[in-house]
């Protein structure tokens, strides 16, 4: 720990006296913060979701923009506030001045092998503001996440059934992929940008609800980055030949069935063209969050509806209640597959 940082610890312990405690971050770091937090900065758009989750009411602000289509995803409260960015990911930058007047109590930053922590710890460092560090790239570390947030924030019950409910997801989806043979799984390639020619590996964060669904991720490789969006042409993606497309843009979905290029991709062939739900949050990627937990049960759907039947409008209502604590109609869950 640079000696910058350890001084403004001290500084605040001495500060907050009988008021402060020390806790060890899902980074391994001892940290000093307050025993009361009621203001919570989530510096990365999966700590904004988690947060969401966990613990909404503490949320100070978003790293990025509510559009006009997502608002009815959002509790009252979280449409109103302000967007202060973030340290990392997809979003606005941080504007150190503007964290500092909404009275954050605690930052909450993402930990990843990809992540550089010693400029995360610097930048919080410089403006006095402790920051505490979870994991979360993967699904598998949800969990983890969640009921370390809940104890953090004095929400451990919540916490625990939002953690046990994606343990059960994930052994109950894992039952029936783990019983697919890999060459009997459908070939799936996962379509990004306007023109659908950018994709993640099969072994990148990004892509992961894909193999946990048990789909087979056409584009085997290593990612070369945090970010991914990897360029492919479309002559790669005729001999990938998916026999699914799952796509972000819907623009893109909208127009490939008169696109000539990709007249002859299997998948378009076959009208297997998924778009993927993203209010509030994107279901499988992008931000990579908690929503993967219903992306999952959704895709395994589409890839064996006789093994994994899904009643879609329920699941999405109840989850979105649970984790999300909005009610949505059959009109605002119809909307987000339109």
Not at 34 to 63: C, K, Q, W, Y
Not at 239 to 256: E, G, K, W, Y
Request: hydrophobic share 45%; net charge neutral; with cysteine.
């Amino acid at each position: 720990m640079n000696r910058l940082l350890v001084t403004l610890l001290a500084a605040l312990t001495l500060s907050l006296g009988a008021q402060a405690r020390e806790i060890t971050d899902m980074a391994g770091r001892h940290v000093v913060i307050p025993d009361r937090i009621e203001r919570v900065f989530g510096a990365a758009p999966p700590l904004n979701v988690l947060l969401h989750a966990v613990a909404p009411e503490t949320m100070l602000g978003l790293s990025f923009p509510v559009p006009p289509e997502a608002r009815p995803y959002f509790p009252e409260r979280l449409r109103g506030l302000p967007v202060v960015g973030g340290v990392f990911g997809m979003g606005q930058q941080m504007n150190p001045e503007s964290v500092l007047m909404q009275k954050p109590d605690v930052a909450l930053a993402w930990k990843s092998p990809f992540i550089d922590q010693a400029r995360i710890e610097s930048a919080f460092a410089r403006i006095g503001l402790p920051v505490v560090f979870v994991q979360l790239d993967t699904t598998a570390e949800w969990p983890a996440a969640l009921r370390f947030t809940g104890r953090l924030l004095g929400h451990e019950a919540k916490a625990e059934e939002e953690a046990r409910a994606v343990e059960q997801v994930l052994a109950r989806v894992g039952k029936v992929v783990n019983a697919v043979p890999e060459a009997q799984r459908p070939r799936v390639y996962y379509a990004e940008g306007p023109d659908g020619l950018a994709t993640d590996c099969h072994r990148s964060f990004h892509t992961e609800a894909i193999e946990l669904a048990g789909g087979y991720n056409v584009f085997r490789c290593e990612p070369k980055d945090h970010m991914g969006m990897e360029r492919v042409s479309i002559e790669q993606v005729l001999a990938f030949a998916p026999d699914i497309i799952i796509a972000q843009d819907r623009n893109f979905v909208a127009s490939v069935g008169k696109d000539a290029r990709w007249s002859g991709v299997k998948a378009v062939q076959a009208g297997r063209v998924l778009v993927v739900p993203r209010w509030p949050h994107n279901w499988i990627d992008r931000p990579p969050s908690i929503m993967r937990v219903l992306g999952i049960q959704w895709l395994a759907n589409q890839f064996y509806p006789q093994a994994y039947p899904f009643e879609l409008r329920r699941e999405t209502r109840e989850f979105y209640q649970r984790f999300l604590g909005v009610s949505l109609s059959d009109a605002e869950i119809d909307a987000l597959f339109r």
